[in-house]
């Protein structure tokens, strides 16, 4: 095939989760590796499992992880329509060929008659399979049916022996034998497409040269080459991507934590951060390339033959520390427009101060992003630079303020030199602490500590004297008060 079209098909049953968010990645990288194209397509014929908003869900997704489509909804083609709802006139065209070519057939055995066949053949011990009573009806016999309004599927015929040879660039040869194969069902009884059928039908349609999906669809991929086979389309190459595990190495699930893409959104990772996680999911870069890849750098490399057949672990640690290492990295004013919204919901400003409030809180977000993982972290790490500290976590109480012996006079000592600044920045503050510490020949930590606890009511934060500087001279002393009152009162009650 001269040119590669690679599809994405996602079924609007649900929103967009990791191992879906994957196969997009890897159908897009491999298409822009190529110089090809990626079609979206929504798989929408299963109307009981659909749900309202999940297309936009999808898309949305999709959009913020960066992956943009060819052709598909929003975007149209000269492939479309882009939803299978929207398609049916392909499916009855194409079954109705197959009937007339004898290779498919109409079948009127009723849900109970299936059933009770069902059960019988469970009670043998046997799994499952379609007896053929319909398959050799004779056509008056079918017409007549028909014409009296009696329900039906269409079956393919599916021959009874010879092989089913899969060659699939991940997993190499992949062989079945077409007798373990019943007369599958095409077309259903309200005259919609099985997912097997409107695949093939519409991969053809839309000239799709190379299918790369999920592991999971490894055993849908016989029945659909046959259904190429019976029509005479040529058949396009496969890749199955290994299945996404949890770190158990169950199957993957909400109960392993988040899941979906729009979680990860809200919870304040990255795009960037998700995309090369995603990455390393199946394929690993070159060894001088790192971990920390973008895919402007996956892109030039990324071959299907070089995709794991082993199953990928799912690590949300991994995804965290990753996100971790972009936000460190990333520009302070670009890094504030995406954290704006996650210091609006956790209450630290509202809508107008964001605007007005800008420059500090980009000061603040240049600070504190070395110490955080996420943008949730984030917002709530620079609490104590919007809202005055209202207590102190209770192991820094502990450690700095009750069993360090004159902590509350070291803390005065400390307030007296900030008071005497003039100057109130990174710089004059640190020189002032220093300066107290050779005084009284302590240790750095022994005055860090229990005023980093004062002035922010956490154990970790920032350097001291950047928050210090932040927060300005006034809060510092109002803070460093508060704190020592609080000392004096529980040395008291204890």
């Not at 040119?3 to 996602?10: D, I, Q, S, T």
């Not at 939803?83 to 057939?105: D, G, M, P, V």
């Not at 393919?156 to 699939?168: H, L, N, S, W």
């Not at 917002?379 to 104590?384: D, G, Q, V």
Request: glycine letters at 6%; one cysteine or more; aromatic letters at 8%.
């Amino acid at each position: 095939m001269e040119k590669v079209r690679v599809r994405f098909a996602p079924s609007p049953t649900g929103y967009l989760h990791i191992g879906g968010a994957r196969t997009a990645l890897f159908n897009w990288l491999f298409a822009k590796n190529q110089n090809g194209k990626l079609i979206l397509r929504i798989e929408d014929t299963d109307t009981e499992r659909l749900k309202e908003d999940s297309v936009s869900q999808i898309l949305s997704s999709l959009r913020w992880l960066g992956i943009d489509w060819d052709e598909g909804p929003e975007k149209g083609g000269d492939f479309g329509p882009y939803f299978q709802s929207q398609r049916q006139e392909f499916y009855t065209k194409a079954a109705q060929r197959l009937i007339q070519e004898n290779k498919a057939y109409h079948c009127f055995c009723s849900a109970e008659e299936i059933e009770q066949e069902r059960r019988k053949q469970r009670q043998a011990g046997t799994p499952f399979r379609y007896q053929g009573k319909c398959r050799d009806l004779s056509p008056e016999e079918v017409q007549s049916r028909l014409k009296q309004g009696v329900p039906s599927v269409i079956r393919m015929k599916v021959p009874t022996a010879g092989q089913v040879v899969i060659e699939d660039v991940i997993r190499g040869t992949v062989s079945f034998e077409a007798g373990q194969f019943d007369d599958f069902i095409i077309m259903k009884s309200n005259g919609t497409p099985a997912y097997n059928f409107a695949c093939v039908v519409d991969d053809k349609a839309m000239e799709i040269s190379h299918v790369i999906r999920a592991e999971e669809h490894l055993s849908n991929t016989p029945k659909q080459w046959l259904i190429y086979q019976a029509l005479g389309y040529e058949i396009p190459i496969f890749a199955h991507l290994s299945m996404i595990l949890a770190p158990d190495r169950s199957k993957l699930s909400k109960r392993h934590g988040a899941t979906a893409v729009g979680e990860f959104q809200e919870m304040g990772c990255l795009p960037e951060a998700l995309v090369n996680y995603l990455t390393l999911l199946g394929w690993s870069p070159s060894g001088e390339q790192g971990e920390l890849i973008s895919p402007v750098q996956t892109i030039p490399s990324f071959a299907l033959e070089k995709v794991s057949k082993t199953a990928a672990v799912y690590d949300v640690q991994k995804l965290i520390w990753l996100n971790g290492q972009y936000m460190t990295a990333a520009d302070a004013d670009s890094l504030t427009s995406r954290a704006l919204p996650f210091f609006i919901k956790a209450g630290l400003i509202n809508a107008l101060e964001a605007k007005e409030k800008r420059e500090y809180i980009r000061d603040v977000v240049n600070v504190v992003k070395e110490k955080v993982r996420t943008l949730e972290e984030l917002a709530e790490a620079s609490r104590c630079f919007f809202q005055d500290v209202a207590d102190y976590e209770e192991k820094g109480i502990e450690k700095y303020f009750i069993k360090q012996e004159g902590v509350g006079a070291l803390l005065s000592k400390g307030r007296e030199c900030l008071i005497a600044l003039d100057c109130f920045d990174v710089e004059n503050v640190e020189r002032a602490y220093r300066q107290l510490m050779d005084e009284l020949k302590i240790k750095g930590g022994i005055i860090i500590h229990p005023t980093r606890l004062a002035l922010t009511g956490r154990t970790v934060s920032p350097g001291l004297f950047e928050v210090m500087a932040l927060l300005g001279k006034e809060k510092c002393l109002e803070r460093l008060d508060k704190a020592i009152v609080f000392i004096n009162e529980k040395l008291k009650s204890d």
